[in-house]
């Protein structure tokens, strides 16, 4: 099974300032045939389902803010929150789908400083 | 637009079965995967298991943990994938949820809840 690793597993960031969360996973989830690396970035707020925030790694879902990007290859990925907003507290995710079972990083909590 | 609602949580024994419905809609299910996941109390997100279109083979995959004693199943007439759950342990607790796909998925249900204790 391919594992992820996200870091911090919180983070508390002041409003209008820049939040980063890394993800790191155990083997390559990219596919160098199709160049494109099979991860995706969630934002879980409290109560709610998960919302696809970036998918291929740095693709975003349409109707997502564009202070919300994603990038990185192989193992190593980011997403960055460029101007951190009030309503962008929650628990982002990341998840490779390049191989089964499909599995998640552990989460990390954004909070307001 | 493209909704997937669970149905069928609620509160069993261990080592009994509970059914879970995933009605689909706004969207031709013949034509895709469906998948399950799940999230224990206070926990992060954990991958159940897909059964793809039937055009793909309705090739069914499940993780480790609920093979052998998890099956899910798809009803194109009705629009609805299963998660037929048998000998339920204690650690199944948690929200199940639905969403269209196998690889990218989404939108995602708002789950139907599941307890399983004594």
């Known amino acids: 099974d391919i594992v992820m690793t996200q870091s911090p597993d919180s983070l508390a960031v002041s409003l209008g300032e820049r939040a980063t969360i890394n993800c790191k996973s155990s083997?390559?989830?990219?596919?160098?045939?199709?160049?494109?690396?099979?991860l995706t970035w969630w934002q879980q707020k409290p109560g709610q389902p998960p919302k696809m925030l970036i998918y291929w790694a740095s693709l975003r879902e349409s109707g997502v803010p564009d202070r919300f990007s994603g990038s990185g290859s192989g193992t190593d990925f980011t997403l960055t929150i460029s101007s951190l907003q009030a309503e962008d507290v929650a628990v982002y995710y990341c998840q490779q789908y390049y191989s089964t079972p499909q599995t998640f990083g552990q989460g990390t909590r954004l909070e307001i400083k | 637009e493209v909704q997937v609602v669970e149905s069928g949580g609620g509160l069993v024994q261990p080592g009994r079965s509970l059914r879970l419905s995933c009605t689909a809609s706004?969207?031709?299910?013949?034509?895709?995967?469906m998948s399950w996941f799940r999230q224990a109390p206070g926990k992060g997100l954990e991958w159940v298991g897909f059964?793809?279109?039937?055009?793909?083979?309705?090739?069914?995959e499940y993780a480790a943990s609920v093979k052998g004693r998890f099956t899910i199943s798809r009803d194109g007439s009705y629009s609805i994938a299963y998660l037929q759950m048998s000998s339920l342990k204690m650690e199944d607790t948690a929200l199940y949820y639905c969403?269209?796909?196998?690889?990218?998925?989404?939108?995602w249900g708002q789950g139907t809840r599941v307890t399983v204790s004594s």
């Open positions: 969403t269209r796909g196998h690889h990218l998925v989404g939108p």
């Open positions: 706004g969207f031709s299910f013949g034509d895709y995967a």
């Open positions: 059964i793809t279109s039937p055009a793909d083979g309705g090739t069914i």
């Open positions: 083997q390559s989830v990219l596919d160098s045939s199709i160049n494109k690396n099979y």
